[in-house]
């Protein structure tokens, strides 16, 4: 099966983001980008399932700037076949994503296809959804696991509580959560063969989609301030402490 894996080039999770002056948004000059967390564990599991010998071609999709091409080359490096840029310096959001990818789809005709639950930059969690509601296909979100089999392929989901699993017929969107798998570092010699690996880069407006905001950001701010914490020296303090607070009544 032919599986499509959409990674997002966002602000690397290890970097405190810093909010604009002027509150319009967060502040990306000069920080360390990285792919979407995520979509590295949707790239891991559709090596496994290449490894496995069910998938047998992956092509990596990304939407955004030039340079979201080096996140498609780590795509690459990892272990996918072949990369697809749809290059744009706008802020694309999420149902301009989805329109791209339903139509990269018709043009690919996955399978499946694998996306991060959500971007840890808009913390959206709503592309996937949107994508399988444009191209009619069934999904199985937040997923832990993932096991085609024939012409259909069962998803365990994490849902508050416990799990579900549903078991969806193919072609499927299939969004990844935290414990779906570890994904893997690419190795030195893996970074060097994906630079000769395909990339193919294709405008928003080859497929006809109009990526026009239909979202206005009204202000960005950062989170207040933890109030430092007190030492009490018994139960008794504390609860006092908890009552002059009317914490308890
Ligand atoms: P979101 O709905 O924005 O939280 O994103 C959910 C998932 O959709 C991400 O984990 C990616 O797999 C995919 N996605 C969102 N935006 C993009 C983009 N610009 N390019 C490629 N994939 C994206």
Request: glycine content about 8%.
């Amino acid at each position: 099966m032919k599986l499509l894996v959409a990674v997002k080039r966002v602000i690397d999770y290890n970097v405190k983001p810093r909010v604009k002056m002027d509150g319009s948004g967060v502040d990306l000059a000069n920080v360390k980008m990285s792919m979407n967390p995520f979509d590295e564990i949707a790239v891991e599991e559709a090596i496994r399932l290449k490894e496995k010998g069910v998938a047998t071609e992956i092509v990596a999709v990304s939407i955004g700037p030039a340079k979201a091409q080096e996140t498609l080359r780590t795509a690459l490096a990892m272990g996918a076949d072949r990369a697809i840029l749809v290059q744009t310096d706008e802020e694309v959001e999420p149902l301009a994503v989805a329109k791209i990818l339903a139509k990269v789809a018709d043009e690919e005709q996955p399978q499946m296809i694998v996306l991060g639950k959500q971007a840890i930059d808009d913390d959206n969690n709503a592309t996937g959804q949107m994508l399988a509601a444009l191209l009619g296909w069934p999904q199985g979100t937040f997923a832990s696991k993932v096991d085609p089999g024939g012409d259909r392929v069962k998803v365990t989901r994490e849902v508050d509580g416990g799990l579900e699993t549903v078991d969806l017929k193919l072609p499927a969107v299939v969004t990844t959560d935290l414990r779906l798998n570890e994904p893997r570092y690419a190795s030195l010699p893996n970074i060097m063969k994906a630079k000769s690996k395909p990339l193919a880069t294709k405008s928003p407006s080859d497929f006809g989609v109009d990526t026009a905001r239909r979202l206005e950001t009204l202000k960005v701010s950062e989170p207040s301030k933890r109030q430092a914490g007190i030492k009490v020296g018994s139960v008794d303090e504390l609860i006092d402490k908890l009552r002059e607070t009317g914490v308890v009544g």
